[in-house]
């Protein structure tokens, strides 16, 4: 089984500012691992996934992440953020192989000050 | 494409009431998820389902829960009877391979 640690449950952050949003997770065998973001009264929505290859995975809206095998870690990081990156976001993972069960953290509030 | 879409987007409904949520997943997908959001348990997978057959229900939480997905284009969650401590937004999920899509939600409030 896999589970995901999401230490931050809130981070406030000035616009313009970089940010990162931690992820640890544990699991016995190989993972995929992805970041979700949730707008208010909205789904979730991909922002990006490490399935193989580069450990650094760029996606939507200038997020990046980059998967630490090692520190058991998928940190989530932006330069720069905007008014609209306010939003829910979780990580989640599961087994390469198999079914494609997800497990989900219990997601970062990022509020962005204006 | 259309994405996933789900039905109704909000649910009000007396304790005790049949619930029945719908959703469609993307065409072409052969799994789909169903999960549950509160604020007490976060994101909670209840079931899902591979070319239409039920393959891990460990999530449901009772048998007060029961998901069906007759054919590759529909699914449906009911509870009956419902109870105010099932009120959460319900999402559904498809996918073909390791990414999960999706759709907007179900808000359902039990009174």
């Known amino acids: 089984a896999q589970s995901v640690t999401q230490l931050d449950s809130q981070v406030p952050v000035f616009e313009e500012a970089p940010v990162e949003l931690r992820c640890n997770y544990s699991?016995?065998?190989?993972?995929?691992l992805f970041w979700y973001v949730q707008y208010p009264n909205q789904g979730l929505q991909l922002l990006l996934k490490?399935?193989?290859?580069?450990?650094l995975v760029k996606g939507i809206n200038g997020f990046e992440a980059e998967f630490n095998k090692s520190q058991t870690s998928f940190h989530l990081r932006k330069p720069s953020v905007h008014i609209s990156d306010t939003a829910e976001y979780f990580c989640?993972?599961?087994?390469?192989?198999?079914?494609?069960?997800?497990?989900f953290g219990t997601g970062t509030r990022l509020t962005i000050i204006p | 494409d259309a994405g996933v879409i789900q039905s109704p987007r909000h649910e009000v409904t007396e304790m005790g009431q049949e619930v029945t949520l719908r959703c469609k997943p993307i065409?072409?997908?052969?799994?789909l998820f169903w999960y549950r959001q509160t604020m007490m348990r976060g994101l909670e997978l209840l079931i899902y389902?591979?070319?239409?057959?039920?393959?891990?229900d460990s999530g449901m939480p009772e048998d007060r829960f029961s998901a069906k997905m007759p054919n590759a284009s529909f699914s449906t969650l009911k509870i009956q009877p419902s109870e105010p401590r099932d009120s959460a937004v319900y999402f559904c999920a498809s996918s073909l391979g390791q990414t999960q899509y999706f759709g907007p939600g179900t808000r359902l409030l039990v009174l």
């Open positions: 389902f591979n070319n239409n057959v039920p393959i891990d």
């Open positions: 989640a993972v599961s087994a390469n192989f198999g079914n494609e069960k997800l497990t």
């Open positions: 065409s072409g997908h052969n799994s």
């Open positions: 490490y399935l193989s290859g580069s450990t």
């Open positions: 699991s016995s065998v190989s993972v995929y």
